[in-house]
């Protein structure tokens, strides 16, 4: 009895944080790669391939922020990020400028924050199109369990 009480404390004192920065490559567009994963409790982020799988079950609460980029051949500062689960599409985050052929030499932000259920296992990984990283304007990529439900 005191170890089953034991082991619900530490589930309970579980923490899953990860905080990853892409500060290279200027211009990204495909599946987003890290740099820099400063923080990666619970170790459920892999920095080579940008991919965070969920080592226990329940709500997450997630962030990315970054830039758009400058496309050469229209100057538009269009960009999106897809978040993926699983392989499969499960919403976007778009910046659709239509200042087509305007001079433009910054981009624009881009940053969202929502909640989502995931089971043990589950992989999430972001897939964009024209977002820019360098030192000053890094794209990060957080995530932190906020209740568990294994």
Known sequence: MALEN???????????I???????????????????????????????SGVFTAPIGGIYKMS????????ENSGSTSGWINVHKNELSMFGIYDLDNTYGEETYVGRNL???????????????????NIHAEDLTPVTFTGELIRIED
């Open 6 to 16: 034991q082991e619900k404390v530490q589930l309970l004192n579980t923490k899953v």
């Open 18 to 48: 990860f905080n990853a920065q892409k500060t290279r490559n200027n211009v990204a567009s495909g599946y987003l790669t890290f740099n820099q994963v400063e923080i990666n409790i619970g170790d459920g982020f892999n920095q080579s």
């Open 64 to 71: 990315f922020s970054g830039i758009t980029g400058v496309t």
């Open 111 to 129: 940053a969202y924050t929502w909640m989502m259920k995931l089971i043990k296992g589950d992989k999430l990984k972001l897939n964009s199109y």
